[in-house]
């Protein structure tokens, strides 16, 4: 009889480190058997693709991501950070000969820092980067196509291909037309500030390679509005994201549904079997440091079993839904906003660094 249930192989390996079979405690083989045990990153990485969400590139290399995103908040804090300013700086020499100056100069300089930080997560990440669009031109077809044309420009101008990158563009109706042509082009979108079903369903009718619904955002959102606490599967964020899942698989739309924007571990848990999770370098140490076990909550076979009506995505029907949920249209609002304030602040920067 093999004795508590070990393998005789387990026991020979004792005697070779100096333990006998008769000598190894219980406790012994416990303590092996823990040593073994994957983190709960490992365990995530079984059945959704891991991504990282941060412009700080140098601190995600031991968590070793598929993809990895950024926007302009995790860019300008990055700019601030002395191990970052060489990139910038890089940049500024690079582009001093091109003859452009004033707005047209601060603008060409953040287009290609934006991918200069790209290419650099790349030497990290094995698939892809997200790279933003200016929020600014959230409500302009023609502007965020063309400006998606010039970021992908820049990357191929620097050996990179189109398919390791995404561009991100908010979930406007005017945005995810413009992703709607892009994806024609054979550039791929990432559709951001997403908070609701009627936007994923436009995004899915629309062919896009990958929708960010926004879980943290959306979990601020009800928290405030009804003076709360929300954990665990209760959360409004992860059930927005489950709703989302559950759609896009019933129905059978290849677009890829990424969780983004965690506000703690408990959210990622309870979204494992997510196609994508985009997570902060911060919960993603969490997860690394946890050996708790982690299961599987979302599979396309139970979420196929559903009974889930279709979502009407012309024109009026998006804007006469988006609208009757007020935090979709709150947080897509706000969120267009700040990361516009954040663009704002890093032409400020980049305009004085210029100017030196």
């Known amino acids: 009889m093999k004795p508590n249930g070990a393998s005789y192989g387990d026991f020979d390996e004792a005697a070779r480190c100096g333990k006998t079979g008769e000598t ?3 406790s012994a ?3 092996e058997e823990t040593e073994t045990k994957l983190n709960q990153l490992e365990q995530l990485k079984n059945f959704t693709k891991v991504v990282a969400d941060t412009g700080d590139f140098e601190t995600i290399k031991d968590f070793k991501p598929q993809d990895a995103t950024t926007n302009p908040s995790l860019i300008f804090a990055a700019t601030q950070k002395e191990n970052y300013s060489r990139l910038l700086e890089q940049v500024l020499a690079e582009r001093k000969s091109s003859g452009l100056s004033g707005p047209a100069q601060i603008e060409d300089t953040i287009d290609h820092l934006l991918v200069q930080f790209g290419c650099e997560i790349l030497k990290i990440v094995p698939g892809r980067v997200s790279t933003e669009t200016d929020a600014r031109l959230s409500f302009n077809v023609e502007g965020t196509i063309n400006k998606a044309r010039q970021l992908i420009k820049l990357y191929e101008d620097r050996g990179i291909g189109r398919e390791r990158v995404l561009i991100k563009i908010a979930s406007t109706w005017e945005g995810i037309n413009a992703a709607e042509q892009l994806q024609r082009d054979g550039i791929k ?8 079903l009627v ?4 995004c899915a009718e629309a062919k896009v390679q990958l929708i960010s619904p926004f879980v943290g955002r959306i979990y601020d959102w009800f928290k405030s509005a009804n003076k709360r606490d929300y954990v665990g599967a209760d959360d409004p964020g992860v059930q927005s994201v489950q709703e989302i899942y559950t759609y896009y698989k019933k129905y059978g739309y290849p677009t890829e549904v990424m969780g983004a924007s965690f506000r703690n571990v ?5 979204l494992a079997g997510c196609d994508l999770l985009t997570i902060s370098p911060e919960l993603l140490g969490k997860l690394a440091a946890s050996s708790e076990i982690l299961e599987r909550r979302l599979d396309p076979a139970n979420a196929k079993a559903h009974d889930v009506a279709r979502v009407a995505t012309d024109e009026k029907s998006f804007r006469w839904l988006l609208n009757e949920d007020a935090m979709a249209t709150e947080k897509t609002a706000e969120g267009i906003r700040k990361f516009a304030a954040d663009i704002d602040k890093l032409e400020k920067f980049v305009a004085g660094k210029i100017q030196k």
Do not use: D, K, P, W
């Open 29 to 31: 083989l416990a303590e």
């Open 189 to 196: 979108c990432n559709m951001t500030l997403l908070f609701s």
């Open 24 to 26: 190894m405690s219980i």
């Open 266 to 270: 408990g959210e990622i848990v309870e």
């Open 199 to 202: 936007q994923a369903a436009r």
